[in-house]
């Protein structure tokens, strides 16, 4: 953690996999919103957590601020020691796997999908969007009364009311999605991408990603057959998850060989693959040195406010 009271959304072990040897513990923020470099080099300790992110209410009167940092541990532990054996192998290679290394990979690139502040900010404003409706609805059956016009001038002419979603309410939704990933992760065809000589992989607040693997079907989950999903693991090596088959009508359920394969990327292959993480980025981006080139890709790129702030409440 940060500190007791901050928790981590992106592990710090695995950021410090994308740090240089002179300054093994920092990295160096590229804010998309604000289109800046920071004017200093950021410890992972303070980078990609939050206040209490992982706060639970255990009773009505307690909430426990360690339960969940204190569980992902168990996650994180197995996941940073077998990426610490994934070297650099020849292109087209196979690297032999156990079921239980897989699955340490797949388990950390599971939560990483669901633990981060979009998965969170979603969850909250489809919540959010929801009550407003229900609420709505009730006014106008006449099932809950109206306010009174005084006070629904003061709530319309002050820009609605906002509707408070618990930082919480998304936990549970994380606990439920993540063992779907898992299980869709582990029918897939995997491949480590190792990026040309000249460049290293960047990371972001929102590391790993997910996109349809075939144009007839435009929008996916994580979880679903025809979800590719993309990681960088560390500098010099990414994660690519894709399914086992791009037919509709043929979709392999058959769980993969304990194999991945090994692919070397050439320049534009690799530019590309930081452009897109950094294009899924919520709002930082994170490299282990200054690169103009790279600030200039970056900014370009459009900063999508977060849908956190949702419909408000009018009446």
Known sequence: MCAKDKHHYVQQAYLKGFCSKSNPSELWEYDKKEKVLSNRIKSVRLICCSHHYYAVPVSEDEIDHELLENAFNLIEDPFIRVLRTLGPKKDGEKIKVSHSELMSLAEYISFQLVRVPMFRDNVHGMARDSVVRAISILLDSGEIPHPSPEVAEKINGSGGLNVKIEDFFSLPSMGEIAPMIIESLLCKRWFLYVPHADFNYVVSDNPARFISATPEISVVGPADSFASIYMPLRKDLALAISPQSLSVNNVENQRITEHLNVCYLNKNQTKYFNRETAKYAQ??????????????????????ESCAKSEKLFV
Do not use: D, G, T
Not at 283 to 303: A, C, G, H, T, W
């Open 283 to 304: 709002r930082f981006v994170y490299n282990s040195s200054q690169n103009e080139k790279l600030s200039r890709m970056i900014f370009k790129l459009p900063y999508v």
